[in-house]
Nanobody, 116 residues
């Protein structure tokens, strides 16, 4: 069973930084895309950023220039460096992955709160 475990969330002031980590375990199949999504109260879950196995990245317009996604294929880890945080970045952040043959998986989420 594939498991995704996130860490690194917390409370930060406007303009601060946080780094989220996500560890994928429980599979020897190839992990394709690794992504970060977020869901704010009363809003739909949205894609923040994703990175393919060959390192190609994609960002939501709202985070371009502030967030950086990266991955360590050898350790099945994905990271999200978040700089210049704004109150509107407050949300539960979820790690998501697509695994060869097995399908898609979600982490349990980690809370990020940015105070004004």
């Amino acid at each position: 069973q594939v498991q995704l475990v996130e860490s690194g969330g917390g409370l930060v002031h406007t303009g601060g930084s946080l780094r989220l980590s996500c560890a994928a375990s429980g599979t020897s199949f190839r992990i394709y895309v690794m992504s970060w999504y977020r869901q704010a109260p009363g809003k739909q879950r949205e894609l923040v950023a994703d990175v393919t196995s060959d390192g190609s990245t994609n960002y939501a317009d709202s985070v371009k220039g502030r967030f950086t996604i990266s991955r360590d294929n050898a350790r099945n880890m994905v990271y999200l460096q978040m700089n210049s945080l704004k109150p509107e970045d407050t949300a539960v952040y979820y790690c998501h992955t697509v695994v060869q043959i097995l399908g898609t998986y979600w982490g349990q989420g980690t809370q990020v709160t940015v105070s004004s």
